[in-house]
């Protein structure tokens, strides 16, 4: 069965940083898609980032230069290192697997996500 | 970058048959995904590659994309489907996956 849980979110300062992880089973991080999506409050579905099976990342303009995804095959986890945070990240991060290793591949689970606050 | 336009809301009686809309540019270039998203859940995938529907969802649960507009249909809607859904697709241009802004689907 596969399941993904999120967490290392909290509430952190403008400017602070957070790794957020999401700890997979059933299935191999490292041979599907890995995603990460956010939704602000009361907000649609908004992608954040994308690592491939080559390694190759993708990120949204908006956080490009600021946020950082990485996996570790050996723990069978997917990372994403936020830093620079401002107001308009404050969302719940979930991760997202990719149906396969296509670049046009659907997500096919989710994790339920882990909530960033970013506020003084 | 890519826009993907979904009306904000679509409401529909029960056993009627609801039809949500994805707009964008030659979207019938793209592989177009759904998901249905509860409050408080995470989202589910319901309909991928257009029109091609995962194991588990009901049949009544159908995808078709032409020109520049994708569309979910709901056949003989339940209480049970009401959620918001949202479009996807991977805009090779920008090299970015791509969410529409949701439709909040209303059983009346």
């Known amino acids: 069965e596969v399941q993904m849980v999120e967490s290392g979110g909290g509430l952190v300062q403008p400017g602070g940083s957070l790794r957020l992880s999401c700890a997979t089973s059933g299935f191999a991080v490292s041979s599907n898609s890995m995603s990460w999506v956010r939704q602000a409050p009361g907000k649609g579905l908004e992608w954040v980032s994308t690592?491939?099976?080559?390694?190759?990342?993708y990120y949204a303009d908006s956080v490009k230069g600021r946020f950082t995804i990485s996996r570790d095959n050996s723990k069978n986890t997917l990372y994403l290192q936020i830093t620079s945070l401002r107001a308009e990240d404050t969302a719940v991060f979930s991760c997202?697997?990719?149906?396969?290793?296509?670049?046009?591949?659907?997500?096919?689970?989710w994790g339920q996500g882990t909530q960033v606050t970013v506020s003084s | 970058s890519y826009v993907l336009t979904q009306p904000p809301s679509v409401s529909v009686a029960p056993r009627e048959t609801a039809r949500i809309t994805c707009g964008g540019d030659n979207i019938k270039t793209k592989s177009v995904h759904w998901y249905q998203q509860k409050p408080g859940q995470a989202p589910v995938l319901v309909m991928y590659y257009d029109m091609d529907r995962p194991s588990g969802i009901p049949e009544r649960f159908s995808g078709s994309s032409s020109g520049h507009t994708a569309t979910l249909t709901i056949s003989r809607v339940e209480a049970g489907d009401e959620a918001d859904y949202y479009c996807?697709?991977?805009?090779?241009?920008?090299?970015?996956?791509?969410f529409g802004g949701g439709t909040k689907l209303t059983v009346l």
């Open positions: 997202a697997r990719g149906f396969s290793t296509g670049i046009t591949s659907p997500f096919d689970y």
């Open positions: 996807q697709v991977w805009d090779s241009s920008s090299e970015h996956q791509v």
């Open positions: 690592i491939y099976r080559s390694e190759r990342t």
